[in-house]
């Protein structure tokens, strides 16, 4: 009755605006990256980065940690792994809400886009977060928040169109698939 329709008008103002992702643009400047060879996930000294190394470095970026080793930081003295290259300009993208496998896999094509023309990237990254205190993450197992609630994964694409991809759970969670 009336009581449904005052519910479905509520929901649909105010709910529908709620699930509206947000999405954010910013510009980094003589970034700092390391130097990713496709068919080397370890790395070699002096050559290129391994895939932790990367990993750690997305994460200091992405949570816009300083990357100059100043001791008289307190947040952090994490430097850039070696070797390294300074990217005149680098975009990040950051798209928070509730996002569907299939955009995702929308998302991945339209980077492979970037690859064509002009070809000035070597390399670009997507990466997924579960919300740190989803009830679930991979498979049909709940998820445990227990520390950090560690629930992600990041793709690592390369111009060659070879990509990693890296997965990250927290302890008491299944593997993904």
């Given at each position: 009755?009336?009581?449904?329709?005052?519910?479905?008008?509520?929901?649909?103002?105010?709910?529908?605006?709620?699930?509206?992702?947000?999405?954010?643009?910013?510009?980094?400047?003589?970034?700092?990256?390391?130097?990713?060879?496709?068919?080397?996930?370890?790395?070699?000294?002096?050559?290129?980065?391994?895939?932790?190394?990367?990993?750690?470095?997305?994460?200091?970026?992405?949570?816009?940690?300083?990357?100059?080793?100043?001791?008289?930081?307190?947040?952090?003295t994490y430097c850039c792994p070696e070797?390294?290259?300074?990217?005149?300009?680098?975009?990040?993208c950051t798209i928070t809400g509730f996002?569907?496998?299939?955009?995702?896999?929308?998302?991945?094509?339209?980077?492979?886009?970037?690859?064509?023309?002009?070809?000035?990237?070597?390399?670009?990254?997507?990466?997924?977060?579960?919300?740190?205190?989803?009830?679930?993450?991979?498979?049909?197992?709940?998820?445990?928040?227990?520390?950090?609630?560690?629930?992600?994964?990041?793709?690592?694409?390369?111009?060659?169109?070879?990509?990693?991809?890296?997965?990250?759970?927290?302890?008491?969670?299944?593997?993904?698939p």
């Amino acid at each position: 009755g009336a009581e449904g329709s005052t519910l479905m008008s509520y929901f649909s103002k105010n709910q529908i605006q709620a699930l509206k992702p947000k999405i954010t643009f910013s510009t980094l400047r003589d970034l700092q990256c390391p130097v990713l060879q496709s068919n080397d996930l370890q790395g070699k000294p002096e050559e290129s980065c391994g895939t932790e190394e990367l990993f750690e470095w997305l994460g200091a970026v992405l949570n816009q940690v300083s990357l100059d080793n100043k001791s008289s930081s307190f947040l952090s003295t994490y430097c850039c792994p070696e070797p390294n290259t300074v990217v005149e300009k680098a975009f990040l993208c950051t798209i928070t809400g509730f996002i569907i496998p299939e955009k995702i896999m929308q998302l991945l094509e339209q980077l492979c886009c970037y690859f064509g023309e002009p070809k000035l990237a070597y390399w670009l990254t997507l990466t997924v977060h579960g919300f740190a205190d989803s009830p679930v993450s991979w498979r049909e197992s709940e998820h445990g928040f227990h520390k950090g609630g560690e629930n992600l994964y990041n793709f690592v694409i390369f111009r060659n169109l070879d990509y990693w991809l890296q997965m990250a759970v927290g302890a008491h969670d299944d593997c993904p698939p």
